[in-house]
């Protein structure tokens, strides 16, 4: 006897494996480009304000406040960023997924994309991007006003 579900179900596995494994190797991209990225700018940053944040320091500020200062003047972009691509992923998973298995005989996708999912990918890049920018202006502790005016 012939199980057409399970025909059906066998035939597509291989499909949702791979569509599966494009998922995870988008991800994995994106997290190294955000790394990159941040990593560059944020040392950028340092560089260009060094006077500026041995200032600061000498002022009163901790380490902790301008790593704080630093990461938080970013967010406003990297939100940004994950809401586009939030909802670009969202809307337009579909219709790219068709597209790149077209090759394979697949036309017409009509995978069920859970909002949640998506939100909780973008709450994770924004922890991600955060966490990063936390971790590379740590440079800042080695600046200090005596070392400032002793170049």
């Known amino acids: 006897m012939l199980d057409i579900d399970e025909n059906i179900e066998s035939q597509?596995?291989?499909?949702?494996?791979?569509?599966?494994?494009?998922?995870?190797?988008?991800?994995?991209?994106t997290v190294v480009v955000v790394v990159?990225?941040?990593?560059?700018?944020?040392?950028?940053?340092?560089?260009?304000?060094k006077q500026e944040f041995g200032v600061m320091k000498a002022i009163g500020y901790s380490t902790i406040q301008l790593m704080n200062q630093i990461s938080i003047s970013f967010l406003p972009i990297i939100i940004t960023g994950v809401v586009i691509g939030?909802?670009?992923?969202?809307?337009?998973?579909?219709?790219?997924l068709s597209v790149l298995l077209s090759s394979?005989?697949?036309?017409?996708?009509d995978f069920i994309v859970h909002f949640p999912i998506i939100l909780m990918v973008c709450v994770g890049i924004l922890i991600?991007?955060?966490?990063?920018?936390?971790f590379v202006s740590r440079k800042?502790?080695?600046?200090?006003?005596?070392?400032l005016m002793a170049e």
């Open 36 to 49: 990159m990225i941040l990593y560059l700018v944020i040392k950028t940053v340092i560089i260009k304000r």
């Open 12 to 29: 597509t596995g291989m499909y949702t494996a791979a569509v599966f494994a494009v998922m995870l190797m988008v991800l994995a991209i």
């Open 140 to 147: 800042i502790k080695k600046i200090s006003a005596y070392g």
């Open 86 to 96: 939030g909802i670009l992923g969202y809307f337009f998973t579909n219709p790219i």
């Open 128 to 134: 991600l991007a955060y966490i990063v920018s936390m």
């Open 104 to 109: 394979a005989g697949v036309k017409r996708l």
